[in-house]
């Protein structure tokens, strides 16, 4: 049920994002306006040269430029200033418009589930409205079976119709670019060599959240790994270390390996940090081929890249780790016999 207030606090947002629009509108053109006025005469072209130039002619304009009669150039600039201005606070009006009557209808259908459905999708969805992505498939005819989480399929990406196969998105999951990719390998192969099918493995699926800094993670959680496993060490090497976060001033964040079993099998990997989402590739490679710590640390890292970080926190978990003991223990042994 909508109450008054509700409705109320919708039409106030409804005015500050046309406001706000405005705002960002005016400050766009008086951007190009600053820019036409100091950069025309070099032949700078921006979206104000484009609105001025059919009004007061290109000879004229550019005359007026040299010549200092900058009075030529402020009506096609007023003009540039409303039309962004104008242009943005529509944006405002439609989308405010159609989220406060979607709030108080409580429902939006989204017709089609790729990439811009599914972002319009989440967007009315944050504003309170229960959204419902229709394919326009007709899926009931096809036989294909799904939910309001997406399309049911198998191990294989196979859907309730055998012969029909599903990626991305529409199935629900892991909603990640770089996955559906994945995911898409895997099903034209199915597609194409149903000898011998291969299933999705997803032990290791890297995601990053875009942020300043990045927060990067793959794998289990320390959580998630003491329920999994018997044996499991944490590993965590300060961002400040690295050599280059400090080169770069970007010191803030951590790389955190969750270690599992005597092998110190590697089972997660949290970072924050600068460009932390480009490190994963290497920690997703030694997951996805169980690699231990010492072929990380026998692998020659540039110097002086934040991939080094990689090594750096290795050879720490290295350090801590039930190996070095029984080295230091074996030196000190053998120490100790020949001093005798």
């Not at 919708?10 to 705002?23: D, S």
Request: charged share 15%; with cysteine; net charge positive.
């Amino acid at each position: 049920m909508v109450t008054t207030r509700d409705t109320n606090s919708w039409i106030r947002l409804l005015v500050t994002g046309i406001i706000a629009g405005m705002i960002a509108g005016a400050v766009m053109a008086m951007y190009a306006m600053i820019a036409s006025v100091t950069f025309l005469g070099q032949g700078f072209f921006t979206p104000l040269y484009a609105i001025a130039v059919p009004l007061v002619g290109q000879q004229s304009l550019m005359s007026s430029m040299h010549g200092g009669a900058f009075y030529f150039v402020l009506g096609p600039a007023v003009l540039g200033l409303i039309i962004h201005m104008m242009w943005s606070a529509l944006y405002g009006v439609i989308f405010g418009l159609i989220a406060l009557w979607t709030h108080l209808r409580g429902l939006v259908a989204v017709i089609g589930g790729g990439p811009i459905g599914v972002e319009l999708g989440q967007a009315f969805a944050r504003l309170g409205s229960r959204v419902t992505i229709i394919e326009g498939l007709n899926l009931e005819a096809a036989g294909v079976t799904y939910t309001d989480k997406g399309i049911a399929v198998d191990a294989y990406l196979q859907t309730s119709t055998p012969n029909i196969l599903a990626v991305g998105d529409v199935i629900g999951g892991y909603l990640f670019t770089h996955v559906a990719a994945y995911q898409a390998g895997v099903a034209v192969r199915n597609a194409l060599v149903p000898i011998g099918k291969k299933k999705v493995d997803y032990r290791v699926v890297p995601w990053c959240t875009f942020t300043d800094p990045e927060v990067a993670h793959v794998g289990l959680t320390p959580e998630e790994a003491e329920q999994r496993h018997k044996q499991v060490r944490i590993v965590k090497f300060p961002w400040a270390e690295i050599d280059r976060a400090q080169a770069e001033h970007a010191t803030t964040g951590f790389i955190k390996l969750i270690l599992a079993g005597e092998k110190d099998e590697i089972v997660g990997a949290h970072m924050i940090g600068a460009r932390a989402g480009e490190l994963l590739g290497e920690i997703s490679l030694a997951m996805q081929r169980r690699l231990r710590l010492s072929d990380i640390l026998a692998t020659i890292h540039v110097y002086p890249t934040m991939s080094t970080g990689i090594q750096q926190a290795a050879f720490e978990a290295y350090l801590e780790g039930a190996a070095v003991k029984n080295h230091r223990k074996i030196v000190r042994t053998l120490l100790s016999l020949r001093g005798r």
